[in-house]
C-alpha cells in the first residue's frame, strides 16, 4: 500500500504522458500505450516462472518503461489492497489484470523521486520515509484482504510472479543489488520501523504469500521477503 514521507501468453501496457515518449503503438487521452498480446490462463492458475527474464510473457512491456538515467538505490515491494485493474500513480510500475489479461503498466514519473523528497514536491509516496532516490512497485490485488482470507482479488502466483520479474528488471537497469537493504516488501520496512500489522495505520504488504489461520508474525514477513530476494536474483543469473 502507498504512504508518503513523513505519513502514512498476456496483454502488457507501458504508460507514460506524451512528453516522455516518443513513439508509441497507440495513443489514448494524453498518455501512450505500450501494447503486447498473447494468450495465458486464468487468475489463479498456477504457472511455472521463466526460467529467465528475456522469456517472461511482460519483458516487452518492461522495455516500454521510461527508465531515466539518474540515481535510484532502492526498490520496495506492495499489493495495492485494490482490485486488479486498478493502477495507482503511488507507485512507478504495477502489475495486474484487465479484461481477464495480465498487464505492466508505468504509473509514475521515476525522476520524481530520483532526489530527496520533500512535501513541498510532486513524487510517488509509495513507502513510509522511503521515498527518496527509491522506486515503488506492485501487484494490483489484496482488496479487502486478511491474513486469513485474500478476499476477491487475491494475489495470485503469476500476478507474484510478472511482479518478481518487474523488480528484477528494474534491479538490473539501476545497477541494484538484490540485498534487504536495497529491496524490501513495505512490511519488512514495517518491521524495521515498527508499523508492521493489520490497523489502517499498519502495513503487511508481502508477509505472506497465501491465506492462512495462523496468526501473522514479524517473523514470517522477514522470511517471506528473504524467499522473495531468492526469486528475484533467479532472474538476474
Given at each position: 500500500m502507498d504512504e508518503p514521507d513523513g505519513a502514512q501468453a498476456s496483454s502488457v501496457t507501458a504508460v507514460m504522458p506524451a512528453s516522455r515518449l516518443g513513439t508509441a503503438a497507440s495513443s489514448r487521452g494524453s498518455g501512450l500505450f505500450f501494447v503486447a498480446r498473447a494468450g495465458r490462463p486464468r487468475p489463479g492458475a498456477q504457472v511455472p516462472a521463466a526460467l529467465h527474464l528475456s522469456d517472461h510473457p511482460?519483458?516487452?512491456?518492461?522495455?516500454?518503461?521510461?527508465?531515466?538515467?539518474?540515481?535510484?538505490?532502492?526498490?520496495?515491494?506492495?499489493?495495492?489492497?485494490g482490485p486488479y485493474d486498478r493502477p495507482s500513480s503511488a507507485y512507478h510500475f504495477v502489475v495486474g489484470f484487465r479484461t481477464g489479461l495480465l498487464f505492466a503498466e508505468q504509473t509514475h514519473d521515476v525522476r520524481e523521486n530520483m532526489r530527496q523528497v520533500t512535501p513541498d514536491?510532486?513524487?510517488?509516496?509509495?513507502?513510509?520515509?522511503?521515498?527518496?532516490?527509491?522506486?515503488?512497485?506492485?501487484?494490483?490485488?489484496?482488496?479487502?484482504?486478511?491474513?486469513?482470507?485474500?478476499?476477491?482479488?487475491?494475489?495470485?502466483?503469476?500476478?507474484?510472479?510478472?511482479?518478481?520479474?518487474?523488480?528484477?528488471?528494474?534491479?538490473?537497469?539501476?545497477?541494484?543489488?538484490?540485498?534487504p537493504q536495497n529491496v524490501?516488501?513495505?512490511?519488512?520496512?514495517?518491521?524495521?520501523?515498527?508499523?508492521?500489522?493489520?490497523?489502517?495505520?499498519?502495513?503487511?504488504?508481502?508477509?505472506?504469500?497465501?491465506?492462512?489461520?495462523?496468526?501473522?508474525?514479524?517473523?514470517?514477513?522477514?522470511?517471506?521477503?528473504?524467499?522473495?530476494?531468492?526469486?528475484?536474483?533467479?532472474?538476474?543469473?
Open positions: 511482460l519483458t516487452q512491456a518492461f522495455a516500454a518503461f521510461d527508465l531515466p538515467d539518474g540515481r535510484i538505490d532502492k526498490v520496495y515491494l506492495h499489493w495495492s489492497a514536491v510532486a513524487y510517488a509516496a509509495h513507502t513510509r520515509g522511503r521515498n527518496s532516490y527509491a522506486i515503488g512497485v506492485s501487484a494490483l490485488s489484496m482488496l479487502d484482504a486478511t491474513p486469513h482470507d485474500f478476499g476477491p482479488a487475491p494475489l495470485t502466483p503469476e500476478l507474484l510472479d510478472a511482479l518478481l520479474a518487474m523488480t528484477a528488471f528494474i534491479c538490473r537497469r539501476y545497477g541494484i543489488t538484490v540485498h524490501l516488501t513495505h512490511a519488512e520496512c514495517a518491521v524495521v520501523e515498527n508499523y508492521f500489522g493489520l490497523l489502517p495505520q499498519q502495513r503487511w504488504d508481502l508477509s505472506r504469500l497465501d491465506p492462512a489461520a495462523e496468526p501473522l508474525t514479524e517473523a514470517e514477513a522477514l522470511d517471506t521477503g528473504e524467499a522473495l530476494r531468492r526469486r528475484i536474483s533467479a532472474y538476474l543469473r
